[in-house]
C-alpha cells in the first residue's frame, strides 16, 4: 500500500494545522473529565496556598501580613502552573494517538507533515488561554486586584503565550520519547515542581544557599518575577529579557527535537 505524500506549502500547511486544531479542541469537548481536571489543578494550588498555608506564610513576607498579600505575590506562580498543567496533558495525548496508530493513519493521508504537531501545539494554546481566564477569574473571586497597566498586561498576555509555546513544545517532544502513554504522563513532571523550587511562593532570600543558587537561575524565577512585576504594574527590568530568553531558547530547542522525533517515527 502506498501512503499520501506529505506536502509543507503555506496554504495547506495552514489549512491541515487548522484541521488539526479543530480534532484537538473537539478532543477537549468530548474528554470532559480530562479537560476539567487540567483547569482543576492549578485552582487547587491556589485554594490550598491561599487558605491553608496563607495566613503564616504572608506574614512571613516582606510587607505582608495576610492572606491577600499572598494571594497577590502566589498569583505569578499559578500563572506558570497553570500553563505547565495544560502542557503536561499535550505528551500524553500525542503518545496516545502513536499508540494507538492514529498518527500512523495520518501518514497515508495527503496532508501537510507539520500539520499534526502544530495543531497539537495550537490546541494547547488555546485550552491554556481559557484555563488562564478561569484561573485568573477565581483569584478575583478571592480578592485579587492587580495594578498592571493595560501596557503591562499586553506583556502578561504575550509572556504566557510564549511560555505556553516553549512549554508545549517540550512536551510534544517528551510524548514523542516516551514508549506509550503511560510513560509520557509522567515524564513532564518535574516541569510541575520546578515552580516550587523558584521565587514562585517564597523569597529566593530565604532558601538555604544551595536550593537558593538553582532557584535564582532556573527558567521559572525569571518567568514568575516577570509577571510579579507587570501584574503590580511595576518595571521588571532584566527579568523580563530573561524570561523571553528561555521561552525562545527551550521552544526552539524542544522544536527541533520534537520535529526530528517525528521525522525519525516516521521513517521507520
Known amino acids: 500500500m502506498s501512503t499520501a505524500t506529505y506536502t509543507n506549502s503555506g496554504p495547506n500547511a495552514v489549512r491541515d494545522s487548522m484541521t488539526m486544531l479543530k480534532r484537538n479542541l473537539l478532543q477537549m469537548v468530548r474528554y470532559k473529565s480530562l479537560t476539567l481536571m487540567l483547569i482543576a489543578q492549578p485552582l487547587i494550588f491556589l485554594l490550598l496556598f491561599v487558605y491553608v498555608f496563607g495566613g503564616t ?3 512571613g513576607l516582606p510587607g505582608g501580613d495576610n492572606r491577600g498579600d499572598y494571594l497577590v505575590y502566589i498569583m505569578p506562580a499559578i500563572v506558570v502552573m497553570t500553563v505547565v498543567s495544560v502542557s503536561l496533558s499535550t505528551a500524553y495525548t500525542i503518545a496516545l494517538d502513536m499508540e494507538k496508530g492514529i498518527v500512523d493513519r495520518f501518514r497515508t493521508m495527503a496532508i501537510s507533515k507539520s500539520a499534526v504537531l502544530t495543531g497539537r501545539v495550537l490546541g494547547a494554546m488555546v485550552f491554556t488561554a481559557i484555563a488562564f481566564v478561569v484561573v485568573l477569574a477565581v483569584a478575583v473571586l478571592l480578592g485579587y486586584r492587580p495594578d498592571g497597566t493595560p501596557a503591562s498586561w499586553l506583556g502578561v498576555i504575550g509572556l504566557v ?10 512536551t510534544v517532544a517528551l510524548g514523542l520519547s516516551a514508549p506509550n502513554a503511560e510513560t ?3 515524564t513532564p513532571m518535574p516541569l510541575m515542581f520546578l515552580p516550587f523550587l523558584s521565587s514562585g511562593f517564597v ?13 535564582e537561575y532556573q527558567p521559572f524565577t525569571p518567568m514568575i518575577d516577570t509577571l510579579r512585576a507587570w501584574l503590580s504594574g511595576a518595571d521588571a527590568g532584566n527579568d523580563a529579557w530573561l524570561a523571553i530568553g528561555w521561552c525562545l531558547l527551550i521552544g526552539v530547542a524542544c522544536y527541533l527535537w520534537a520535529r526530528s522525533l517525528f ?5 521507520n
Open 161 to 170: 503565550g510564549l511560555m505556553t509555546l516553549a512549554l508545549t513544545w517540550a
Open 203 to 215: 523569597p529566593t532570600d530565604s532558601m538555604p544557599a544551595g536550593l537558593r543558587w538553582f532557584a
Open 57 to 59: 506564610m504572608g506574614a
Open 184 to 186: 509520557a504522563s509522567n
Open 263 to 267: 521525522t525519525k517515527v516516521r521513517a
